[in-house]
């Protein structure tokens, strides 16, 4: 069974809108949510990350909205750009397993201009 | 600044064969990890080693998969025989165990076929 569920599985968004793209997960020994980006061709890379101590994490158009009650986190893009265009992976671990991610099914954004 | 390396980059077997992934981590990084990517099951944690040990190898599906790690500066995933549900990408990562944040690097990948 999957540990973190994500959607929407694909999204299709104009240039200058806002992506939105949720996760949610059962287990609250996570302690640790990257979001990973992935472009054709390439493997995942970092980022954003957040740990549950913060309800929010902004970097520069990127922001993961984190809700612990709900179990719920999300990241959003501000103003997408066709640049932006990828797959896109949450993630989570936990305290005491810190380097097994439990990745999401992952999020193909394309972002038409 | 050499990332991850992984060869080869495509691989086309015939079902039976033995496959050899290889991979070179980050130098200095001593976690590495071998993932799995398929349409159907999305991203899968295969195995994982710190400073050349295997950690957590509860995602290696059956005995036909092995990984080795003889020192900090390679590893091995084998696939003996292959079978064509084989076919996927296989990602290496590593990263650096007490560095904030945690981050996994990736490789680009080996595209593997299995016909």
């Known amino acids: 069974q999957q540990q973190v569920k994500q959607s929407p599985q694909s999204l299709i968004v104009q240039k200058g809108g806002i992506s939105i793209i949720n996760c949610a997960y059962e287990?609250?020994?996570?302690?640790?949510f990257p979001w990973y980006q992935q472009f054709p061709g390439k493997g995942p890379a970092l980022l954003i990350a957040?740990?549950?101590?913060?309800s929010e994490k902004k970097e520069g158009r990127f922001t993961i909205s984190f809700n612990k009650s709900a179990k719920q986190f999300s990241l959003h893009i501000m103003d997408s750009q066709p640049g932006d265009s990828a797959t896109y992976f949450c993630?989570?671990?936990?305290?005491?397993?810190?380097?097994?991610?439990?990745f999401g099914s992952g999020t193909k954004l394309n972002v038409k201009p | 600044d050499a990332g991850v390396i992984q060869s080869p980059r495509h691989e086309v077997t015939e079902m039976g064969q033995e496959v050899t992934l290889r991979c070179k981590p980050i130098?200095?990084?001593?976690?590495l990890f071998w993932y799995r990517q398929t349409m159907m099951r999305g991203l899968e944690l295969l195995i994982y080693?710190?400073?050349?040990?295997?950690?957590?190898d509860s995602g290696m599906p059956e005995d036909r998969f092995s990984a080795k790690m003889p020192n900090a500066s390679f590893s091995t995933l084998k696939i003996q025989p292959s079978e064509p549900r084989d076919s996927a990408v296989y990602f290496c990562?590593?990263?650096?165990?007490?560095?904030?944040?945690?981050?996994?690097?990736f490789g680009p990948g080996t595209r593997l076929t299995v016909t």
């Open positions: 990562a590593s990263s650096l165990e007490g560095e904030a944040g945690g981050e996994q690097y």
């Open positions: 130098s200095g990084h001593n976690s």
């Open positions: 957040i740990r549950p101590d913060v």
């Open positions: 287990n609250t020994a996570f302690d640790y």
């Open positions: 080693f710190n400073n050349n040990v295997p950690i957590d």
């Open positions: 993630a989570a671990s936990t305290l005491y397993n810190f380097n097994k991610f439990y």
